[in-house]
């Protein structure tokens, strides 16, 4: 920093490698005028190369008499797509390279070399960008026009002739690698009288402490752990993380600094700040307040996923009033339950549901919808072209009728956020430099993709722990360094020259990645620098990832010297930071065995509340006493629920008592006339297309929905032919009850029961449950029985003359009796087999006896306010369960016996209606 007070003490510029070093130094500069006790000072010169062209630039302007428009990146980047789409469709990342080429021609000095391109000397690829790259420099001559990347060499002439200032000294701080462009004007200035410096931050054998750890997830731990007690040893410390690839390691990242670092950040209420942050960007389009913004505009032009018209409810960013939260997140509950919404819905049709429970903020959501969709009207979105910043215009009439960003105080990077975004949708009104109008739809993907290559940095927060890239490292300084990732995979990146210049032009010029040498070289200079960027350096690497073994990378052994690597269990021994002991549970404890009786004057629930008991006592009370609900998750097509649900439906609609309806089939004489007269199909079609008619929503279907549901149908009615068949083969039957409702008492636990079906044999009545998924009578047995629906309408049903309980099994190649008879005087089918299946445990008195007594227990238990979490079978019954974040079953999990899975899925698991 010496360096750096000196220079601007005197009158200097003070150029770093990347705007993070200019920002970081100008903080530390800041800290140094306060520690003089200053309370005001001048804004001291330091920029990043980018920033101090535009300085001159602007200089340039005062003093010349005419100049160019310099275009801003989105307007050079609308220029290369019109070109290069010009006669071809190219995607549009193909103008995002052109622009990187032309870039890199004007960076190296090269564009020289572009009349080449066409004489043989360069691949398909290259030749087609030297013909853009003639367009896009003829149109620029034309139109007076300048690209940004060919400002350093424009301002040459203007600094010879003295129309810009320069400084008496330029520092240059933190410069892996001085580009020509940057050389020529370092050079005109220095022939101008300007001192040029660079700061000597580059060390040859630099010290530093070799740590390999067992995999990535070691390697951080480690890292954390070291860091913790670092921090504790001086809590002002500063200290750098470097590590590869960060995109893709954040969120581990994240994860393991907040477990070891601060724990306490899990809470959901914790606002302290965290000791570490992240110095790379996030594209703008991921901000959240600014993500609504953008699913906003594009609910308006196309459907929005059912995820996100989730997320845009519960975001906050479109509501009037704060305390909306819990009022929209149970509408969005009840729209995932009932509305029947395609998973991709547009904004019509999900402004056209009636909530079923009205609240203020659910009317004033649709009040909303309603409005945006006369906006969308008004304003022609579908029929109009418009300049972009006429777009724009209409932008912020939608945002501002949707609330946002809401009515919640935003935090600060939030505000940042916007006043970025503010920034950007400024840049992107220049776009229309060229008079182009668009259509909305365009203006959403173009407002859309430009946001997601738009990088937002908030303010740094200064916190102690900075976590960065290799590169973006230099110019700055710490107390101490770790450098993760120094496996012989990943340092020096492996990247490639540029597709759309030759090879041959790259490594002329000594382009970046045009040679593994040049790579290597540059990679070596990075290592040293990063080592002498502070007096404690460390550097690790994992053996392994999921690609097989990895070692040390070359550069570490050449950087540093010779010196055996310590485990990463060593290291953390002489840290004496155990890591072993962060696994330990964080479980608080809280004693309270007084049970919660349910009220035996209130009916609990449906004979489903003992079928929860038996699997899991926890279960039973989480859905019946907390209402805890599973949110459904939209899915393309039918749930093997809504299979079940909608087979249920075509029965219950189909067979009848005799008298209740003329279309429905009453006996089994109703099922053979139907099958001789061939009306079997008709009568299916209709009721299966009536249960259908009943479930569809207000919305349009598409031809995707219509084809789908088509198949379903078609599939559903081979499905219950093939039950008819099996029907129509039994012995003679009627229909004498079906999805009958009523209550019983068990044991004092009031439930309404309802069964699928009674029929009427000859010997008395059978009672039957549909199934889907697989089962067998053995459901009903022990003490934790996994069905008990049949064995309580059997036991408390009050059913005349009961000669048998029985699944009927509807599966796809699987239909039949499965269950209990009373004795081998029922005859069920005309089978014999089947009877006597059915009649090898017959529903005898004692059979029945110990249903009642078990079913009695059960409905003690629930009565009594048993809640303890114990799955009948762990982990099977927590297969499905979608409850484990709430009983915290894995917490426990080390007490729970787990069961070998012998007979595979038994059905016990499965959905009501399965
Ligand atoms: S996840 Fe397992 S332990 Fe937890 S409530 Fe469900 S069945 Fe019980």
């Given at each position: 920093m010496g360096d750096v007070l000196c220079c601007l003490r005197s009158g200097g510029v003070v150029l770093t490698g990347n705007a993070r070093a200019a920002r970081a130094l100008g903080r530390r500069y800041g800290q140094a005028q306060r520690a003089e006790g200053k309370t005001a000072w001048p804004t001291p010169r330091i920029y990043d190369w980018e920033g101090w062209l535009g300085v001159l630039w602007n200089q340039h302007l005062l003093n010349a008499d005419e100049a160019p428009l310099l275009l801003a990146q989105l307007q050079e980047r609308a220029v290369w797509k019109r070109i290069v789409q010009t006669r071809s469709d190219e995607p549009e990342s193909m103008a995002v390279l052109a622009a990187e080429a032309w870039k890199l021609l004007s960076d190296f000095n090269?564009?020289?070399?572009?009349?080449?391109?066409?004489?043989?000397?360069?691949s398909d690829d290259a030749e087609a960008f030297g013909k853009w790259a003639s367009l896009f420099d003829r149109e620029c001559r034309k139109k007076q026009w300048m690209s940004r990347s060919d400002l350093a060499f424009f301002l040459i002439p203007s600094i010879q002739q003295g129309w810009v200032e320069l400084p008496a000294e330029i520092l240059l701080v933190g410069f892996d690698r001085i580009t020509p462009a940057q050389r020529a004007l370092l050079d005109v200035s220095h022939a101008r009288g300007c001192t040029v410096r660079e700061t000597?931050?580059?060390?040859?054998d630099a010290p530093a402490q070799i740590i390999r750890a067992r995999d990535f997830r070691d390697e951080l731990e480690t890292c954390a752990g070291w860091l913790l007690r670092s921090l504790e040893a001086n809590p002002d410390a500063r200290i750098s993380v470097i590590v590869q690839n960060i995109d893709t390691a954040r969120g581990e990242i994240e994860r393991i600094f907040r477990r070891?670092?601060?724990?306490?950040?899990?809470?959901?209420?914790h606002r302290d700040a965290l000791p570490y942050e992240f110095s790379l960007g996030q594209p703008l389009a991921t901000v959240p307040a600014i993500a609504a913004a953008l699913l906003l505009l594009r609910w308006l032009a196309l459907p929005l996923s059912r995820t996100e018209i989730s997320w845009l409810m519960l975001?906050?960013?479109?509501?009037?009033?704060?305390?909306?939260g819990a009022e929209l997140a149970l509408l969005d509950a009840e729209m995932r339950k009932y509305?029947?919404?395609?998973l991709q819905a547009r904004l019509q049709a999900v402004a056209s549901y009636r909530p079923r429970v009205s609240s203020p903020a659910s009317r004033s959501f649709f009040t909303m919808l309603g409005g945006l969709d006369r906006l969308a009207e008004r304003e022609g979105l579908e029929r109009r072209s418009r300049s972009i910043s006429e777009w724009l215009q209409v932008a912020n009439r939608v945002w501002s009728h949707a609330q946002w960003p809401g009515a919640r105080t935003l935090e600060s990077v939030e505000f940042q956020a916007l006043a970025r975004w503010e920034k950007f949708t400024g840049d992107l009104a220049a776009l229309e430099f060229d008079g182009s109008r668009v259509g909305f739809a365009e203006f959403v993907t173009l407002i859309d993709r430009y946001s997601r290559e738009t990088i937002f940095a908030p303010e740094?927060?200064?916190?102690p722990i900075q976590i960065m890239g290799a590169f973006e490292s230099a110019g700055q300084q710490f107390d101490a360094v770790w450098f993760a990732g120094a496996d012989d995979q990943q340092w020096p990146p492996a990247v490639r020259p540029h597709?759309?210049?030759p090879v041959w032009l790259q490594r002329q010029a000594a382009m970046?990645?045009?040679?593994v040498e040049a790579d290597w070289q540059l990679a070596r200079e990075v290592t040293r620098r990063i080592a002498a960027s502070a007096p404690e350096c460390i550097v690790s690497y994992a053996e392994r990832d999921e690609s097989g073994d990895l070692r040390a990378s070359p550069l570490i052994r050449e950087c540093f010297a010779p010196q055996p690597p310590l485990s990463s269990k060593e290291f953390r021994g002489r840290l004496n930071?155990?890591?072993?002991?962060?696994?330990v549970c964080r479980t608080v404890e809280l004693e309270d065995s007084s049970p919660m009786p349910w009220?035996?004057?209130?009916?609990?629930?449906?004979a489903d509340i003992l079928k929860r008991q038996s699997a899991c006592p926890f279960q039973a009370f989480a859905v019946r006493?907390?209402?805890a609900e599973e949110l459904r998750e939209s899915e393309r097509g039918l749930t093997p629920l809504d299979r079940g649900n909608i087979l249920h439906k075509v029965l219950e609609s189909l067979w009848s008592p005799?008298?209740?309806?003329?279309?429905a089939l009453h006996d089994r004489r109703d099922l053979l006339n139907a099958r001789s007269n061939q009306s079997i199909h008709r009568l299916l079609d209709d009721h299966i297309e009536r249960v259908f008619e009943t479930r569809r929503g207000s919305y349009e279907e598409s031809q995707w929905d219509r084809e789908y549901l088509r198949i379903e149908r078609s599939r559903l009615h081979s499905l219950l032919l093939q039950w008819l068949d099996y029907e129509a083969e039994r012995e003679d039957f009627a229909v004498v009850a079906r999805e009958k409702d009523f209550e019983a008492a068990i044991d004092g636990l009031k439930l309404r029961l309802r069964v699928d079906r009674m029929d009427l044999i000859s010997s008395g009545r059978l009672i039957l449950d549909y199934k889907t998924g697989p089962v067998s009578a053995?459901?009903?047995?022990?003490?934790?029985?996994?069905?008990p629906q049949l064995p309580l309408y059997a036991t408390h049903?009050?059913?005349?003359?009961?000669?048998g309980a029985l699944f009927a099994q509807i599966r796809a190649g699987e239909v039949g009796f499965k269950g209990r008879i009373?004795?081998?005087?029922?005859?069920?089918?005309?089978?014999p087999k089947t009877n006597s299946s059915l009649n090898?445990?017959?529903?005898?008195r004692d059979m029945l006896g110990s249903w009642r007594e078990t079913l009695g227990n059960l409905a003690g238990q629930f009565l009594a306010g048993d809640?303890?979490?114990?799955?009948?079978?762990?982990p099977k019954t927590c297969r499905?369960?979608?409850l484990p974040s709430l009983c915290r079953v894995a917490e426990t999990a080390a007490a729970l016996e787990p069961e070998e899975d012998l007979d595979g899925d038994d059905g016990s698991e499965s959905s009501p209606h399965e």
């Open positions: 090269s564009h020289g070399e572009l009349q080449s391109f066409w004489q043989g000397r360069a000597a931050t580059r060390a040859e070891i670092l601060m724990p306490a950040s899990a809470g959901i209420d975001s906050g960013f479109c509501s009037s009033r704060e305390e909306d509305s029947n919404l395609p740094s927060r200064d916190a597709p759309l210049l970046p990645h045009s040679s930071f155990p890591i072993e002991t962060l696994h009220p035996r004057d209130l009916v609990a629930g449906g006493r907390i209402g005799r008298g209740s309806t003329d279309l053995s459901m009903w047995d022990g003490e934790r029985p996994d069905d049903g009050g059913v005349e003359d009961l000669q009373i004795n081998d005087t029922v005859t069920v089918t005309k089978d090898k445990n017959p529903l005898d809640a303890s979490v114990t799955p009948k079978s762990f499905y369960c979608a």
